[in-house]
């Protein structure tokens, strides 16, 4: 009998081994089921897919134009956060007909894309103050349904991490270049990011890295941006009654980030 039989046979009288081996085997690899909780995108990959829950915001009655990140959908109502100021003049208070004003929302998802412009009406119940932040209330077009794993977890946004804008010039679409984060989140919710080349009207999108969405733009110029962090957005739209905040972590770990290891 040969070495390797004579091996064979010795495991075949010892099934404790066999079962102790493939327990072990089990465990390194992990659950077949692991790899649905996890995904492994590009940031310019997962932008794509968020685009699902991007809006393209106008108000005609301030000639103010942007985009707007859909945090949840309740029942027939499709929640919106956005920058204040694409929505509100500066100094504007939320009383005196909020329902009236001239606000216009386009879904960028696929599905509903070419379902048209619909009216948005401000959430007066709140009022974003003192960060640059609103909240918009828009009827649900069809069976629309937001991405919910979206967002970044904390603590993910380190210096010279690249960073994208969705919607840029009142166009729907990940911006081909990418920036770098260059400060991050101070005392007041705000990061920065150099971003050389980016173009107007990017107010109240989000900025993404490949972990998920980092916050809504608040300010840009041909250089930089401003971004609200969405942790600071979490923690203003959650507590609300209304309950619009949904998104959940985005459980993305890009290519060549050492947590992909």
Not at 29 to 38: I, L, Q, R, V
Not at 163 to 168: C, K
Not at 190 to 217: C, D, K, M, Q
Request: charged share 15%; aromatic share 4%.
């Amino acid at each position: 009998m040969s070495r390797r039989a004579r091996i064979a046979a010795r495991l075949a009288c010892m099934p404790w081994l066999a079962s102790l081996l493939w327990l072990v085997a089990a465990a390194v690899s992990g659950p077949a089921h692991a790899g649905n909780d996890t995904s492994f995108l590009t940031g310019p990959e997962l932008g794509a897919r968020l685009l699902q829950d991007l809006v393209r915001i106008s108000a005609s009655d301030t000639s103010e134009h942007g985009f707007g990140l859909v945090v949840g959908v309740r029942g027939a109502d499709v929640y919106v956060a956005t920058a204040r100021h694409v929505v509100l003049p500066p100094g504007a208070d939320l009383t005196g007909g909020a329902s009236s004003r001239q606000i216009q929302v386009s879904f960028c998802a696929a599905e509903v894309a070419g379902s048209g412009q619909h009216a948005a009406q401000i959430v007066d119940t709140f009022a974003g103050l003192p960060r640059d932040l609103a909240l918009l209330k828009v009827a649900r077009p069809g069976s629309y349904q937001p991405l919910l794993r979206a967002i970044a977890p904390g603590g993910s946004v380190q210096r010279r991490q690249e960073v994208w804008s969705l919607g840029q010039a009142n166009k729907c679409g990940v911006t081909p270049r990418s920036g770098a984060i260059s400060a991050p989140t101070d005392a007041q919710g705000n990061l920065r990011a150099e971003f050389p080349g980016v173009l107007g009207g990017s107010s109240g999108g989000p900025a993404i890295t490949g972990y998920g969405v980092v916050g809504l733009i608040t300010t840009s110029d041909d250089l930089t941006i401003t971004v609200l962090d969405i942790a600071a957005v979490r923690s203003l739209l959650e507590p609300l009654a209304s309950r619009p905040w949904q998104l959940l972590g985005a459980d993305n770990i890009p290519p060549g980030e050492p947590a992909a290891a």
